[in-house]
């Protein structure tokens, strides 16, 4: 993050914040032992008068995706984590809110749980994202384009030619996107490869929400519920909380390997202190 920032300067008030954010964490890192991965942000999509997608049978995007995410929360929490939920309720939270939050967080990882629905009735399926300018295909950047709706008109990806896209450009070089995909996949493989028929796969698309926070993020698109079988699935406490236990398996692996590179990390740096 800190080349994310050093080249970032003269952007405006936000910016500033965040080198004091930058400072402020310098300072923690340098008073005591790397810190270890500690803090997850669950955002359950949508909330309030924005139901998200809905099903043919009558499920509702905003209500299966906060209950999922309750029960992420349950399973991080067993696990020791400090979990910050972007909403408990059906209420809406604006972008803004969600984003501030979880850097106010100083979170390790940002997870927002969303379901899918399509126009084409045989789409179904589990699919993984994480923020990136271009994205996979045209269903993936129309996907982030609804997704985006959610937050109003302006809550849109930089357009080509505005000075953010060449932050968010040289964001892609850095190790948090790096990062994110990495859970991504680790995510999708514990929640959708038993079930080879509703993997769709890891993608990567300009999700306003991923692309506001400033550490590893991912979104999930937990099921169609345009898709009968998968609306089905999903009003199932089984499969909510197969999910659900898939998703914090997901975090103990990459917290283990996360809390392992900083160790490596700290002793490295000693070897080479002449
Ligand atoms: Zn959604």
Redesign the pocket.
């Known amino acids: 993050m800190s080349r994310w920032l050093r080249r970032s300067r003269g952007h405006g008030l936000a910016l500033v914040l965040l080198g004091l954010f930058q400072a402020l964490s310098s300072t923690l890192a340098a008073e005591g032992a790397p810190e270890a991965f500690d803090v997850v942000v669950v955002d359950a ?2 909330g309030g008068d924005d139901d ?2 809905q099903g043919r049978g009558g499920l509702v ?1 905003k209500v299966v ?1 906060l209950d999922v995410a309750k029960r992420v929360e349950r399973e991080l929490k067993k696990a020791g984590l400090q979990v910050v939920m972007t909403r408990r309720g059906d209420q809406f939270v604006p972008l803004e809110g969600r984003t501030e939050l979880a850097n106010a967080a100083a979170a390790d990882l940002f997870i927002s749980i ?2 899918n629905a399509s126009s084409y009735k045989g789409a179904r399926g589990i699919e993984t994202f994480f923020a990136a300018p271009e994205a996979t295909d045209q269903a993936a950047l129309e996907l982030a384009r609804a ?1 985006n709706l ?1 937050f109003g008109k302006d809550a849109q990806p930089p357009a080509a030619g505005d000075p953010l896209l060449a932050i968010l450009g040289d964001m892609a070089a850095t190790e948090q996107l790096t990062l994110s995909q990495e859970f991504a996949r680790m995510a999708q493989h514990r929640i959708a490869t038993a079930e080879v028929a509703r993997s769709r796969g890891v993608k990567q698309a300009p999700f306003v929400v991923l692309m506001g926070v400033h550490m590893p993020a991912v979104l999930v698109e937990i099921g169609f519920l345009t898709h009968p079988e998968d609306e089905a699935a999903l009003r199932d406490d089984d499969e909510r909380e197969r999910l659900a236990k898939g998703i914090a398996e997901a975090v103990a692996v990459y917290r283990e390997r996360y809390d392992a590179r900083r160790g490596v990390a700290q002793g490295l740096g000693k070897t080479h202190i002449r």
């Open positions: 999509g949508h998200g997608a995007e995706v969303h379901a997704e959610a």
